[in-house]
């Protein structure tokens, strides 16, 4: 029976291999720190965090998340440890763009549970307002025995608070260092799928006044209207699904601050008809697993139901190939028990005795591997199975190039949930391939990365096959973004200072999709630059001012894609900060960058770029594992679009984008 704690009470723990889940509602940093009798950490390699995820008998994740699973080993930890506690800390409080203080975001749940998943005590942490970092819990020995007690101790200066009061004299170092960590971790992981609203509303709005920097911004999860961007969008997108109604800021009894009728319906009451029920799986024969059915999870459109079962088969996978490794790393550390058990005795170290115990340790061993083994390719099949049914149904926007559907591909009328830019896979389910699906408008930019020269089977790449496959890979995502657009709502902007992806472009330069040809030299990487941080300005101050109408005549309102090739080629210093400047400020009007570089080329800036490339999401036009999760912290296999050889998909889709266009112009 689960033990419920509250502030100070204390539980006794029967086992030492414990698991410890955390749900926060909100990303946040988890770490645990080891210490003794006094509550004192002597050293930072008593710290399990983001930066360093395993010390003795600890291990963390490796980036911040909504959910966690530490995993904590009592019989590894030293003699000199008497108290084991976890901390949580909230990314934001050091410039992050979350929440600033716990007292914002949902009380945070922590559960002790055994290896099998039995919860063993649970707390949640209520009573938090400004603090950004806390205590939640800690494991303590007592009379040589553990326990664990509900601690909830907040500190609002943070993590270097919170060190710096258990005895660390490198208490801000550490913070430092943890805080630089999380930031790589957002930089590589895969969005999560956010919640939708209930009409999932995609369409386009017109665009109310942004949130200014001197006006605060509503906690994450609390209601409040959220700065939309440029043409009706959340800013982000992440945690909305469509335009929420301005209140507030009106300047008379029936006016918004940019002019429009105040909304005075309740934001979450429903406007619409309910949506259909999702389709029915068939009746499956006794015995059998039930036969999945396309687009069967909850959601207002075919659209979205399918969105969510893809996400759904994500977490499927993520949550069994978690089991499948907690059992084996079980079965490994029970046969070392069992081995070390059976040679400290030294009548057993030689003869029959000793090797009928190492026999039979293994022996234990291979029958956990394989019962493990036989749940995950039990779940991989089900999930092979219902791949197969989604895979065919996926719109343009989810589908892979070779799916049927883009031989019937005409121009969309409106804009998609998301976009697919390329698979997942695990190593222990190779059979298997997720969508990888990015939430539209986009929230940050692309790094295609040109910079590695081997692939992850071994198979040496060069140098230059390597630009050449990143620049194939970035226009097979510019196209697709083309083909998901609306006509007139997506405009595509090149800068190729040296020519040297001038082959690659081919199809969106002789489709005639781009709004001019690619720019070369450090001339037209000037001029575009300029263009694009002129408007970014000119949008901002529009809706800073609450007058998003008032536009020059003739502006191009549509959403804007920078791709740049061979950086840092024909860039200068300003060319460089504009380039930043584009990064951070772009995104939230309408203007995205997608970048193919090797970070290497461009090591001569030092550390000024580094933020650039923590702002981009990281893809590689050969399969990579650097994608993690921000569930239980795998690391997942990226596999980029792919084209198949030979087809015309892509001249076919861009030509019948430029007619659109065309027509949509005249």
């Known amino acids: 029976m689960t033990a419920e704690l509250v502030r100070g009470q204390n539980h006794p723990l029967s086992q030492s291999r414990l698991e410890i889940r955390i749900s926060a509602g909100t990303p946040v940093a988890a770490a645990a720190a080891l210490s003794d009798e006094n509550g004192r950490i002597h ?3 008593w710290v399990a965090h983001p930066g360093a995820p395993v010390q003795p008998g600890l291990e963390v994740s490796r980036q911040a998340a909504a959910d966690h699973r530490l995993a904590v080993d009592l019989d590894a930890v030293t003699e000199a440890v008497h108290r084991v506690s976890v901390l949580l800390a909230l990314p934001a409080a050091n410039g992050g763009a979350g929440p600033a203080r716990f007292g914002a975001v949902a009380a945070p749940f922590v559960a002790v549970t055994g290896l099998d998943g039995t919860e063993v005590a649970s707390y949640t942490i209520t009573g938090l307002d400004l603090e950004s970092a806390v205590v939640a819990l800690e494991l303590y020995r007592r009379q ?3 326990k664990v007690r509900a601690v909830g101790q907040g500190y609002a200066g943070g993590l270097p608070e919170l060190f710096a009061d258990q005895g660390l004299s490198e208490a801000a170092q550490l913070a430092a260092g943890i805080d630089e960590a999380v930031a790589r971790g957002l930089a590589r992981s895969v969005q999560a799928p956010p919640p939708r609203t209930s009409e999932g509303d995609r369409s386009r709005q017109a665009a109310a006044p942004a949130v200014g920097p001197d006006q605060g911004a509503a906690p994450q999860g609390a209601p409040g209207p959220v700065p939309p961007a440029y043409g009706g969008q959340p800013a982000g997108g992440q945690g909305q699904g469509g335009p929420q109604p301005a209140y507030g800021g009106a300047t008379g009894p029936h006016a918004s601050a940019g002019g429009g009728p105040v909304n005075y319906s309740h934001p979450r009451r429903q406007t619409s008809a309910p949506p259909p029920p999702p389709p029915a799986a068939p009746p499956a024969q006794p015995g059998q697993p039930t036969r999945p059915v396309a687009g069967d999870a909850t959601g207002w459109s075919m659209e979205e139901r399918l969105y969510n079962q893809v996400w759904g088969m994500f977490e499927d996978l993520a949550r069994t190939a978690a089991a499948y490794r907690s059992a084996v790393d079980f079965a490994e550390s029970r046969m070392d028990k069992e081995l070390e058990q059976a040679l400290s005795d030294p009548r057993s170290r030689i003869g029959g005795q000793g090797d009928a115990a190492r026999e039979a340790a293994r022996a234990r061993y291979t029958q956990l591997v394989d019962q493990a083994r036989a749940s995950l390719d039990r779940d991989v099949a089900q999930l092979v199975a219902e791949s197969e049914v989604v895979e065919p149904a996926l719109p343009p926007a989810f589908a892979r190039w070779d799916n049927p ?5 005409r121009v969309p009328m409106e804009i998609p949930m998301a976009l697919r830019l390329g698979d997942l896979r695990l190593p222990e389910a190779e059979s298997i391939r997720i969508p990888m699906l990015l939430r539209l408008p986009l929230e940050r930019g692309l790094w295609i990365d040109s910079g590695r020269t081997d692939s992850l089977d071994g198979s040496f790449t060069d140098s230059h096959d390597m630009r050449r496959l990143a620049m194939d890979t970035a226009v097979a995502h510019a196209a697709r973004l083309l083909a998901v657009y609306p006509a007139g709502e997506f405009t595509v902007h090149v800068v190729d200072p040296a020519g040297s992806g001038a082959q690659a472009l081919a199809p969106l330069t002789q489709t005639g999709v781009l709004a001019g040809p690619p720019a070369q030299g450090a001339a037209g990487v000037t001029e575009v630059l300029a263009r694009l941080t002129q408007r970014v300005d000119l949008v901002q101050m529009a809706l800073r001012g609450g007058a998003p109408d008032a ?24 060319a460089v900060n504009q380039l930043r400047y584009l990064v951070d400020e772009g995104p939230s009007v309408g203007v995205h960058l997608m970048m193919v570089a090797d970070r290497e080329e461009s090591a001569g ?12 999401l990281r893809l590689t036009p050969v399969p990579d594992d650097h994608l993690a999760d921000p569930w239980v912290g795998h690391a997942w296999t990226y596999e980029p679009p792919a084209v198949p050889h030979g087809s015309e998909v892509l001249r076919t889709v861009l030509t019948q984008v ?4 065309r027509t949509w112009n005249r």
């Open 551 to 574: 536009l020059p005549p003739g502006f191009d309102t549509s959403q804007q894609l920078l791709i740049v090739n061979d950086f840092p080629h024909g860039f200068d210093d300003r």
């Open 658 to 661: 430029a007619e659109a266009r």
């Open 605 to 616: 800036y030092g550390p000024l770029l580094d933020p650039l490339w923590r702002a981009l």
């Open 43 to 45: 050293g930072t390699e």
């Open 405 to 409: 559907c883009w031989h019937a591909y």
């Open 144 to 146: 040589g025995a553990w």
